[in-house]
């Protein structure tokens, strides 16, 4: 079975801070997704990364994948009120083509 | 705007009650996905179909029924359905069944069973 292991799963900081999530696994990835969830609405899809060592930058959003494709991470850089929501990770591996998600992270900004 | 939409946003049910969620997706995919979010849990996939064929049932009790009449609508019959089953349940579609892809969700409708 794969597992998702996010953490934390509640952060609560003031704007301006920095922060780091992280998306942990025992399985190997082909891809692993981030999304982003805001209160009553579905998932949105932030990033995608594929390759092991890979970084992607958006905007103030960092995301890496491991080395061995097992982990991620989303580094946050001066965090707004805009980016309150629950961030979700996902990943498929063993040739499925579905992914399976963390529990998330859920992510409150204060102005 | 993802594409994919979902009626009714908010639906209150009794345990006797029978209704149907739906979701229809403009994005011309071919995958079309049922999700359960629950508090506390992770994302929990109900149902897929791939070119309108369900190609994956996860344990799901027979109270849940999907139905997929073309490749751009998908339903979720209720019936009978537990106070445990109140969630969100979101739809999503994907391009295609083959390698991984992104999965575009729905808004969601939020289910309260009494």
């Known amino acids: 079975t794969q597992l998702l292991e996010q953490s934390p799963q509640f952060l609560s900081i003031q704007e301006g801070e920095n922060l780091t999530v992280y998306c942990n696994s025992s399985s190997v990835f082909s891809s692993l997704q981030w999304y982003r969830q805001e209160p009553g609405e579905g998932p949105v899809l932030l990033v995608t990364?594929?390759?092991?060592?890979e970084v992607k930058k958006l905007k103030r959003l960092t995301f890496q994948f491991g080395d061995a494709r097992k982990d991620s991470s989303l580094h946050i850089t001066a965090a707004q009120p805009g980016d309150t929501g629950l961030y979700l990770c996902a990943g498929a591996s063993g040739g499925s083509y579905i992914p399976t998600f963390g529990r998330g992270t859920s992510l409150i900004v204060h102005p | 705007e993802t594409g994919v939409t979902q009626t009714p946003r908010h639906l209150v049910m009794g345990m006797t009650n029978k209704k149907s969620l739906k979701c229809e997706q403009h994005l011309g995919h071919n995958a079309m996905y049922w999700y359960k979010q629950s508090a506390k849990k992770p994302l929990e996939l109900m149902f897929v179909y791939s070119l309108e064929e369900r190609v994956e049932n996860n344990s799901v009790p027979s109270r849940f029924s999907p139905e997929c009449p073309n490749s751009s609508h998908l339903f979720l019959h209720l019936h009978t359905l537990q106070p445990e089953d109140s969630a969100l349940y979101l739809c999503?579609?994907?391009?295609?069944?083959?390698?991984?892809?992104?999965?575009?969700f729905g808004p969601g409708t939020r289910l309260l069973v009494l």
């Open positions: 999503a579609s994907s391009q295609g069944a083959g390698t991984p892809e992104t999965q575009y």
């Open positions: 990364v594929v390759t092991g060592g």
